[in-house]
């Protein structure tokens, strides 16, 4: 059987006109038998899409937001298609059945399943324009709903894969559409079992790339990056940081997790299962050579650095005259889980419990109501927590220069530490 390849194009390599041009000479000048290409909504539509569910949560109007973005990807098809293209009423009718969903009943219950068919117009609409647009140029392709292959959970907003499901149905959806012609489809989106739209947490299209990969055995991924390949640091806090030439699946996955957001932490597994190897590239230098991710004997040594700002450090103190025990951290993070909050960083004391987390404001009060009873619970906020893979007294001293440190944890590879008033 023929070998697939998956491309994934993530928003900012479709965000106008000049970047789908750039697409379809990356896919044309690499165009093999079986391509999947795999895209997510253009530039920051889904933030807008977002914005409008927070309008229409309070009960405020947000017309003047949908005509906006309808207006945007429209103004992309004017200098992508002739005039007479049927592209401009396809766009359209998009948001008039989006226009339909808004009108619809908005109550707490239901929110997350709300917000799954409302922002999954942002691949839609995007996926459609880059197939009529390859199309156009004479580059057949297929269009294909990822919602009728990637099954899922009912989880709305973070749905679980159901791989096996989703294996069966790469067979028996793309595989015989491949056989014929490149399959474009849209990155973050799935459907459960009853076919209701589902979507894999933001960001989620390199997961998409590599749920299909994996499903359909293919012999390589391919993610379009604006950055030349995964570096040790980011390149705008850090002038100096150096590109991989490659990397080790582990090593590439730990640093996701910390942080690094150049792939999407869920990335990684599914391709390493099958050893898929995965290579992360620029569409701005497209014939530079990128990072390849797979299996990499020795390991890297040398140090990455990832930073994640607005952090906020939660400390809950038994007030009892106790010590911290099982039970309390069973209590803590089960809560957490309730509220689908991840720790970034986790250090017990013998009478409290301190986690760094992301800033999510309403969560955080959730979290301090259900636990007052047990804790006395304070927080600090806009804190930074630097990670250092791989450290060095040198680097760790220079990082720490002038910061005032509130918490630090060092095992033998990894260096954390969590500041106030950074600016890096
Ligand atoms: N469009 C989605 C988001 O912005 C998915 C993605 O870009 O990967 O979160
Ligand atoms: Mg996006």
Redesign the pocket.
């Known amino acids: 059987m023929a070998k697939t390849f998956v491309f994934k194009f ?2 900012a390599s479709v965000k106008d006109a000049e970047s789908i041009k750039n697409l379809y000479e990356i896919v044309f000048n690499r165009l093999r038998n079986n391509t999947i290409i795999v895209v ?2 253009m530039g920051k ?3 807008a899409l977002e914005e409008i569910l927070a309008l229409k949560l309070a009960g405020k109007s947000y017309s003047t937001n949908s005509t906006k973005i309808m207006e945007f990807h429209l103004k992309i098809c004017e200098e992508l298609f002739d005039l007479g293209s049927l592209i401009f009423p396809t766009v359209k009718n998009y948001f008039s059945q989006l226009d339909r969903i808004l009108e619809g009943d908005l109550t707490q219950g239901n929110y997350d399943s709300f917000y799954d068919s409302v ?1 999954s117009f ?2 839609l609409v995007s996926s459609r324009i880059v197939q009529e647009y390859l199309c156009a140029k004479g580059l057949f392709c297929i269009w294909q709903d990822a919602r009728e292959v990637i099954r899922t959970n009912s989880d709305f907003r973070f749905a679980k894969v159901d791989w096996e499901a989703t294996v069966k149905l790469c067979e028996k959806i793309v595989t015989p559409k491949l056989a014929q012609f490149p399959v474009v489809t849209q ?2 989106i799935g459907a459960d079992e009853k076919g209701r739209t589902t979507t894999l947490g ?5 997961f998409t790339a590599s749920i299909l990969a994996h499903g359909m055995r293919a012999s390589a991924v391919t993610i379009w990056k604006d950055v030349d390949g995964v570096l040790n640091a980011d390149p705008k806090r850090f002038p100096d940081a150096v590109k991989f030439d490659e990397l080790d699946y582990k090593e590439a996955a730990e640093l996701t997790y910390y942080g690094a957001s150049v792939i ?1 932490p869920k990335t990684i597994k599914p391709l390493a299962n099958l050893s898929i190897p995965l290579y992360v590239k620029s569409f701005i230098h497209p014939d530079r050579s990128g990072t390849k991710i797979h299996h990499v004997h020795p390991v890297n040594t040398v140090p990455c650095i990832v930073v994640k700002d607005e952090q906020i450090l939660v400390s809950f103190k038994v007030t009892d005259f106790t010590f911290i025990n099982e039970s309390h951290i069973h209590s803590v993070y089960t809560e957490l889980e309730k509220l689908k909050l991840r720790v970034n960083l986790l250090q017990i004391s013998a009478i409290s419990i301190s986690i760094v987390i992301e800033k999510e404001l309403f969560k955080l009060e959730k979290l301090i109501q259900n636990q007052r009873n047990q804790f006395e619970i304070r927080y600090n906020e806009n804190l930074q927590l630097i990670t250092v893979k791989n450290h060095n007294p040198s680097l760790m001293d220079e990082l720490m220069q002038n910061k005032e440190v509130l918490l630090e944890q060092t095992t033998r590879t990894t260096f954390q530490v969590l500041v106030k008033n950074s600016h890096i």
């Not at 933001?202 to 390199?206: A, H, I, L, P």
């Open positions: 993530g928003g997510s909504a539509t889904t933030n922002v942002g691949e990155g973050f933001r960001e989620g299209s390199d999407h």
